[in-house]
């Protein structure tokens, strides 16, 4: 496997001549114009579009498709700025033989980074195509007109791209300020159908999990139930003589299972796990981490100061806390790996969201080069953030490392998942605000507690298994992220102009139990604190949510998007129930609104939601229809999040194990409607929107529980048992007053 490339992989190509991944390259001169971020990191073209002989094209990104339709979306971008039709692109993503360096797909990038750099690079080709044919017609080239793959001269000359790229290389250097594509059919804006829906719908090979290698032996991974648990010494000698195992892999504490049949897997994993099992280290101080977060040491951390002058002396101060439980994941498909050892190589395909850093640490972790480790990405059935993807891979690896020649397709069991997957951290929230006389705010204090948002591995350390060989790799130190993006902080910062402001993480280095990212990182509970608490301002001001919120708003397009949600919804003829909440993510990305109705059975607590209304700007919109499905599918997670999900403990390990004891939302509960209205922005930067909606979805939601029951719930998940304990006060205060 030595020696991968694309000159290699692509050798029938005929445009792409070579391949260059290095971040160096052709790097431009610091008075030039500057290339989009990623393309200055890969300048070359060749590292993004390829054509071959019969003109068809080949788009390379570093970024994964996770189920967000970034395929369709790149093709569009390549497809509209190459003037040929979205059936003549096809798309490689994520390979680290085959794609450029993109890092990690995640915090809503993708589009903004890559298909910022592919339309660049896309814009690149099309000029030297235009000259290319410029010269074989003996004409300018502002006569030349692409479309559909070709190129037609005035007189009616035409000629292929296939054939025009016999005597062109894009082995150059990218040009900045490349001019977009202007007149002909239009492909940016359009609804393309996503390729990779039908196999998902049809029973087709869709994921990883789906993925069937000739040859392929099946292995489990041997661990306790869960993160700080051990099992106790077994009978691997017994188990080895079990009818399918073909190797019991074993390296320190690490031990895996290989069988030439999935479910004699399945059955040696369970002998062994009858061995029972221990707790290693401390006991986990309470069921819930929400209670000792704020005991444990912290390092205060500045988020923002907005200068000002002290609130005056008749303000109003209003103070509040707000807080999540750990949550998880909870893929749909337990993590799974497949990997083959050959020739002193590997070959991993992972459904992880960073191949490029997980073949580092996996580099390190079996003592290989990294030119004899490629990671390629396949669509896992789940993601959002980092779950157990990365670990599964490591212990594919290991275990293929042991039967050379042979892939070894390793899945991790659903208890397995729940038990060993890094958690969303738990979040404690605790704002102050003062209001003036004439209801504006007059000063602010946001305080946060949590973890690190990102373990994410980036060497052996950071892996499961490198920490079970011996000798054990060390996991790498805990590190707050840096705004402005954040982690634990993310939108800290309150997008209104707020005077006298300011914002403080108090960072929790050490956390008794796995950590890392979940989709939105802190942002979800960040921005359910700071939109809860603008109507408990609205409220003791006496203003209408909405019109407050546009009294502290002065981005224009910030303005426009609470608008078109509100006006869509109705919002000046609401009735109860009603609740309204609004965030750009990140304050770099998408602005989404959210307006939302919903229906309290004061009895059983349950809620329902017949209708959710949102307003989107996300800069152009590549595919109105694929905006709109990220924005539906974040609403869906985060009344999941909000209403249902938390992570439970004992002294000894998680308990929530599978659906039962970690329910997330189900068909029923799924809201009645929901709209999305997009706001396009054509020739603007494309902005993230995979992780637009988390966060105003739940405060929205929260915010129109609160209108509905006149009660206000301020600590995830709002249950039915936390409503019904928040109703009980409410019902028995008459009964005290009536004597």
């Known amino acids: 496997m030595s020696g991968l490339g694309r000159r290699a992989l692509l050798a029938n190509s005929a445009l792409v001549v070579a391949f260059a991944l290095s971040r160096g390259a052709g790097a431009q001169d610091s008075d030039s114009p500057a290339l989009p971020v990623d393309l200055a990191r890969s300048p070359l073209l060749d590292s993004w579009i390829g054509v071959d002989a019969d003109g068809q094209v080949t788009v390379f990104t570093g970024k994964a498709e996770l189920g967000q339709g970034l395929k369709t979306a790149l093709i569009q971008i390549a497809a509209h700025e190459l003037a040929v039709l979205p059936s003549a692109v096809d798309i490689v993503t994520a390979d680290t033989a085959r794609t450029p360096d993109e890092g990690v797909t995640a915090g809503s990038h993708s589009l903004q980074d890559s298909g910022t750099a592919i339309l660049n690079a896309a814009a690149n080709v099309r000029v030297l195509l235009a000259e290319a044919a410029a010269w074989r017609f003996a004409i300018a080239a502002d006569q030349i007109d692409l479309r559909e793959g070709a190129a037609h001269a005035p007189d009616g000359r035409t000629v292929g791209y296939g054939e025009l790229v016999s005597g062109l290389s894009l082995h150059v250097i990218a040009k900045p300020n490349m001019p977009r594509r202007a007149g002909g059919a239009k492909v940016i804006g359009e609804n393309l159908a996503r390729i990779d829906i039908p196999a998902k719908v049809s029973g087709g090979e869709a994921y990883l999990q789906d993925m069937r290698l000739p040859g392929m032996l099946h292995a489990r991974v041997v661990r306790g139930p869960s993160d700080g648990t051990r099992l106790k010494p077994a009978d691997m000698e017994a188990v080895a003589r079990m009818p399918g195992v073909v190797q019991v892999v074993r390296h320190g504490h690490f031990t895996a299972i290989v069988t030439d049949d999935e479910w004699r897997a399945v059955k040696a994993l369970h002998r062994l796990q009858a061995a029972g099992w221990e707790r290693v280290g401390e006991p986990l101080p309470a069921k819930d981490m929400r209670a000792v977060m704020r005991d444990l040491p912290a390092q205060e951390v500045p988020i923002f100061d907005y200068p000002g002058p002290p609130a005056p002396a008749d303000s109003h101060t209003l103070r509040a806390r707000y807080s999540r439980p750990s949550l998880m994941h909870g893929s749909i498909g337990p993590s799974c790996a497949v990997a083959l050892w050959e020739d002193d190589s590997v070959t991993v395909w992972t459904h992880s969201q960073g191949v490029y850093p997980l073949r580092k640490a996996l580099a390190e972790l079996l003592g290989l080069p990294l030119e004899r480790v490629r990671c390629v990405h396949v669509e896992g059935a789940g993601c959002y953030g980092h779950n157990g993807a990365d670990d599964v891979a490591a212990d594919a690896a290991l275990a293929a490392r042991a039967v050379p020649g042979q892939p070894v397709r390793l899945q991790w069991m659903r208890e397995q998942e729940h038990g060993w997957e890094p958690l969303g951290p738990a979040m404690i929230v605790e704002l102050s605000a003062s209001l003036g006389a004439d209801s504006r705010i007059v000063g602010w204090q946001h305080d946060v507690w949590s973890n690190t948002h990102s373990t994410r591995p980036t060497t052996a350390g950071g892996l499961l298994a490198g920490t079970e060989v011996d000798p054990p790799f060390t996991p790498p130190k805990p590190r707050p992220i840096p705004m402005p993006e954040g982690g634990a902080a993310r939108n800290g910062n309150p997008i209104y102009a707020l005077p006298n402001a300011r914002g ?236």
């Open 504 to 739: 403080t993480l108090h960072f929790v280095e050490r956390m008794p139990v796995r950590v890392s990212a979940l989709r939105g990182l802190g942002a979800q509970t960040n921005v359910f604190a700071i939109e809860s608490f603008m109507d408990e301002l609205a409220e003791a001001a006496g203003v209408d949510p909405v019109a407050f919120r546009l009294a502290h708003l002065q981005d224009e397009r910030a303005v426009d998007v609470v608008k078109r949600a509100a006006d869509r919804f109705d919002w000046a003829a609401r009735g109860r129930g009603t609740g309204f909440a609004f965030a750009r993510y990140k304050n770099l990305a998408s602005y989404c609104a959210v307006a939302m109705e919903v229906r309290v059975d004061r009895d059983t607590g349950a809620i329902l939601v017949p209708r959710v209304v949102a307003a989107v700007d996300s800069g152009e919109a590549v595919s109105p229809d694929g905006i709109r499905n990220q924005i539906e599918g974040g609403i869906v997670q985060s009344l999941s999040w909000t209403t249902r999900e938390a992570v439970t403990f004992d002294a000894t390990h998680r308990t929530s194990f599978d659906w039962s004891a970690y329910p997330i939302l189900r068909f029923p509960a799924v809201p009645g409607r929901i709209e999305v209205h997009v706001i396009d922005r054509p020739n603007q930067p494309f902005l993230g929107v995979g992780e637009a909606a988390q966060g105003p979805a739940a405060a929205a939601l929260a915010n129109a529980v609160a209108h509905a029951l006149g009660v206000r719930l301020r600590d995830m998940p709002l249950s039915p048992e936390r409503i019904r304990s928040a109703l009980r006060p409410a019902r028995a205060a008459p009964r005290q007053a009536a004597g």
